[in-house]
């Protein structure tokens, strides 16, 4: 490391590595030099003078956001003229300011309204009339107030570098410049918002939280995104009972300040209307409202008796459903119900991973790796939009750090851009395209490797093979669809793999065997909608659903219970790295249950419940700490909202993995499975749409 820098800043003797910037070194040191357009991660701009500060020997005071460091530098930040150099910068960014904090979304949070507060001018000089343009709707979700924009270019960059979308510009000059969006008067972006999150003011504001409450007015709920594998922390802005908003501003989780459109807006199914708040029966073939009680009876009645008679079952769980809840149905299956007839949705194949890792360390990718690893080589996925967080990490980690991107996929994707090699491979020709780049790859220090499910079955092991022959530190993440899609295969929701990927002695039916099959007396289906492209008349046998929406499974059922979802119970989920974080409750919707305590009461009323243990996320977390191979986990990180990775990696599993069952949905960044049916905002933006040209979508309001 070369030799660190000695300056001093008001007064303080400092040293930091050569090349950093006063601002950083003054806020290592906890001296805080006001910013606007400055922010960490992404490039410099120099535009807003805020950070002005005296420099000896350096005539005119310096903007500390460019300027590095150097030895001998004494550097003052609180003198008089800088004091008054703050004051005139806010005055003068407050020429056109509309000061409509009363009414502004931004107020209470806003950094113009905290530096004015500090260091700025009661009265102003400029009294002339303000320079007006009216508010525009860019898209459902991203609303720009031009008045209100200090033009700090933070929602360019954020753009631009952060989600290689680079949507925003900026159009005149001077006193009427204006950030503009890509398509002349709206968006054809990402739909992310983080452009409205990271500017300073309220210039850009969200469309579903503007104008309906004030910051203070909400508790703040920091859980996990229910919609894709990656498992950002979402802090959810919550009033009575309602989920206003959702941001990661306090940065808290492995996702820093990022979220996707999904994380960030994607709550609105839980109060869609046509959301389950009452359990139903089927009665002569209409689905009926029924207390919980009856509901219950009935389910556990109708599974004791094909119990009794040493009847079939088949049990279908959720790729959502939280660890405990899924652990919680196999071991009801595998000893209430005696049956290995129990499979999820597979859109990775984890089981192979685990098998071809067998006996190593070290080799599974923590989402932190995507951001740190030297080199990333994609194989299959539309990463930017399949995995979003996981390739924002990987893109900041070419910006920060030069990381190399390859990739091998069967379609143009953004990694493009900035891979240093790209191959199109088609479906089952991946192999082909890795043997172009294996020079390339085994020349870099270390390597991760993330697949989808264009890798699967041997193939897994072949790739393993191939990493391996590169001589380089190689690890590996098995790309999954859904929030707790990893969690449903470590918690064995497969029918020949135990908790922990410990082989079972006698394999069940797999869910598509369990869909065809003609002698099942009873399918208890949680979470879950294999029957989407069912005939509306399949009904050959006792069908139970767990459910938040009455889903084309559901329709089919004789008991549907109405389920809590991921944003109204506590839990664990295991995202695609393994990394395993805490659901906390957010909110209550009248009428429904969260799965586990639905499972329990069914188990209870069929005197399960000494069998099965009890039915509270804790303790079955306990238990699956104390059973589960990787998941002796240290409680204090994830209790107080921290991840660790589980690390299931053990002996052989030894089980023939059927390719064909392992089938990505690849969703995108505006479809979440059959979750994402029930969110308006996920349905409302152009970008979902395939059909109508922009003058037919919502009108730009100007
Ligand atoms: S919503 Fe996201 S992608 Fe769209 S303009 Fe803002 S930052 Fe860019
Ligand atoms: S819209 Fe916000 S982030 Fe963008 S330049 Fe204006 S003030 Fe800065
Ligand atoms: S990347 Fe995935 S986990 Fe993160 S906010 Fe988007 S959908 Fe949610
Ligand atoms: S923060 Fe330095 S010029 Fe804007």
Redesign the pocket.
């Known amino acids: 490391m070369a030799d660190l820098v000695k300056f001093t800043i008001d007064g303080r003797e400092l040293e930091a590595a050569p090349g950093t910037l006063v601002v950083e070194a003054a806020k290592r040191a906890g001296i805080e030099i006001p910013t606007f357009c400055y922010y960490e991660g992404y490039s410099l701009q120099a535009a807003c003078r805020m950070c002005l500060v005296e420099v000896e020997k350096m005539p005119k005071m310096q903007v500390a956001c460019t300027l590095p460091v150097a030895a001998g530098m004494v550097i003052k930040t609180n003198t008089p003229q800088v004091a008054a150099a703050r004051k005139s910068t806010l005055e003068f960014l407050l020429t056109n300011h509309p000061l409509d904090c009363p009414v502004c979304d931004k107020g209470g949070e806003c950094e113009l309204q905290d530096m004015v507060f500090r260091y700025g001018a009661a009265e102003s000089r400029f009294a002339d009339t303000k320079f007006h343009v009216d508010e525009q709707q860019w898209s459902p979700v991203v609303f ?1 107030d031009g008045p209100r ?8 960059r954020v753009c631009a570098e952060g989600m290689a979308v680079g949507a925003l510009g900026v159009i005149n000059r001077g006193v009427t410049s204006l ?1 503009a969006p890509n398509d002349g008067d709206y968006l054809e972006c990402d739909e992310c918002g983080m ?1 409205i999150d ?4 309220g ?2 504001t969200s469309g579903p939280y503007r104008y309906k409450t004030r910051p203070w007015e909400m508790e703040h709920i920091g859980t996990i995104c229910t919609h894709c594998s990656n498992g950002c922390k979402t802090t959810l802005g919550v009033r009575n009972d309602e989920i206003i908003r959702g941001n990661n501003r306090d940065r808290s989780g492995i996702n820093g300040e990022f979220l996707c459109i999904k994380g960030r807006y994607a709550f609105d199914f839980t109060d869609h209307p046509e959301r389950l708040q009452s359990p139903l029966i089927n009665d002569g073939g209409k689905l009926e409202p029924v207390s919980w009680s009856k509901a219950l009876a009935h389910v556990a009645k109708k599974f004791q008796d094909i119990k009794n008679r040493n009847g079939k079952f088949g049990v279908i769980g959720s790729t959502r459903t939280t660890n405990e809840e899924n652990y919680y149905l196999q071991k009801f299956a595998r000893l209430g119900l005696g049956t290995n007839n129990i499979d999820h949705h597979r859109s990775g194949d984890v089981v192979s991973l685990m098998d071809a890792l067998h006996g190593r360390s070290d080799v599974l990718a923590s989402s932190a790796d995507f951001y740190n690893r030297k080199a990333i080589l994609i194989i299959g996925s539309d990463f930017s939009l399949e995995q979003p967080f996981l390739a924002f990490q990987a893109r900041a980690n070419h910006r920060h750090h030069g990381a190399h991107i390859y990739v091998a996929t069967p379609r143009e994707v953004r990694e493009d851009s900035y891979a240093k090699l790209a191959y199109r491979a088609a479906a089952g020709q991946e192999f082909e395209a890795l043997e172009k780049m294996r020079d390339a790859l085994a020349a870099e220090p270390e390597l991760v490797i993330a697949f989808d499910d264009s890798i699967k079955g041997d193939r897994v092991g072949a790739l393993v093979a191939f990493g391996d022959s590169l001589g380089i530190p190689v690890r590996y993440c098995c790309l999954a669809d859904y929030s707790n899609s990893r969690g449903a295969m470590d918690m064995g929701l497969l029918p020949d793999v135990l908790p922990g990927y410990q082989r079972a002695q006698s394999p069940g039916m797999t869910a598509t065997e369990m869909v065809a099959a003609i002698d099942l007396d009873a399918l208890w289906i949680v979470g879950s909608n294999p029957l989407e492209f069912a005939p509306k008349t399949w009904r050959k046998t006792f069908i139970v659903v767990q459910e938040m929406f009455l889903t084309e499974t559901a329709r089919l059922a004789d008991v549907v219970l109405p389920a809590a979802s991921a944003y109204e119970k506590n839990g664990t989920v295991t995202n695609v790295c393994g990394e395993v974080q805490k659901l906390k409750k957010a909110l209550n919707t009248m009428g429904t249950k969260p799965d586990l305590e639905i499972m329990g009461l069914i188990g209870r009323e069929m005197g399960l419940a000494k069998l099965l243990g009890p039915w509270f996320p804790d303790p079955v977390f306990e238990e699956i700490r104390n059973t589960v191979h990787g998941y002796k986990l240290p409680l204090p990180v994830i209790a107080t909202g921290g991840a660790v990775q589980a690390i299931p990696v053990n002996g052989p599993i030894g089980v023939p993995v059927r390719a064909e069952l392992i089938q990505s949905t690849h969703d995108n960044l505006f479809t979440s499975g059959n979750l994402g049916k029930y969110s308006r905002i996920l349905n409302s933006v152009l970008e979902r749409r395939t059909g109508p040209a922009p003058e037919e979508w919502e009108p730009a309001k100007h």
């Open positions: 720009y924009c200090i033009l700090c270019f933070r929602c360019v950030i452009c990271i500017c300073p003011v210039a850009l």
